[in-house]
C-alpha cells in the first residue's frame, strides 16, 4: 500500500508561484512513475506531466510545459511540481498519483494510487 499526501497549495496572485510536494509512504517509492493532475469545479480531472524513476523521463501537458515543472527525489520519497507563471484559469484542487506500471502515463487509469489533493487559487 502506498500513501501520497501533497502539500504546498495556497492563495497566489496571477503570475506568481507555487511549488507543490507530494510525499509517499512505502519503500519502493522509486520504482514507481509519478504524475500530478489536477480538477477544476465541474471539470474532469486532468493530467499535467508525469515523471519516470530516473527523473530522467519527464511527460507534460502542452498548456503547462515552460511553466510547470516535475521533479522528485527519491532518497526523500517526495515529487515535486513547480508552477510559474500562474493564471486564473489554473485555479483547481491539484493531486499526485502513483503507477506501479503502465503505458500511457498520461491517462488517469494508469495510476494506482492517489493523494487527497491540495487546493491551488490564482486570483487576477
Known amino acids: 500500500q502506498v500513501q501520497l499526501v501533497e502539500s504546498g497549495g495556497g492563495l497566489v496572485q496571477a503570475g506568481g508561484s507555487l511549488r507543490l510536494s507530494c510525499a509517499a509512504s512505502?519503500?519502493?517509492?522509486?520504482?514507481?512513475?509519478m504524475g500530478w493532475f489536477r480538477q477544476a469545479p465541474g471539470k474532469e480531472r486532468e493530467f499535467l506531466a508525469a515523471?519516470?524513476?530516473?527523473?530522467?523521463?519527464?511527460y507534460y501537458k502542452n498548456s503547462v510545459k515552460g511553466r510547470f515543472t516535475i521533479s522528485r527525489d527519491n532518497a526523500k520519497n517526495t515529487v515535486y511540481l513547480q508552477m510559474n507563471s500562474l493564471k486564473p484559469e489554473d485555479t483547481a484542487v491539484y493531486y499526485c498519483?502513483?503507477?506501479?506500471?503502465?503505458?500511457?502515463?498520461?491517462?488517469?487509469?494508469?495510476?494506482?494510487?492517489w493523494g487527497q489533493g491540495t487546493q491551488v487559487t490564482v486570483s487576477s
Open positions: 515523471i519516470r524513476w530516473s527523473g530522467r523521463t519527464t
Open positions: 498519483a502513483a503507477a506501479i506500471r503502465g503505458s500511457d502515463y498520461t491517462q488517469l487509469r494508469e495510476y494506482d494510487y
Open positions: 512505502g519503500r519502493t517509492f522509486s520504482t514507481y512513475v
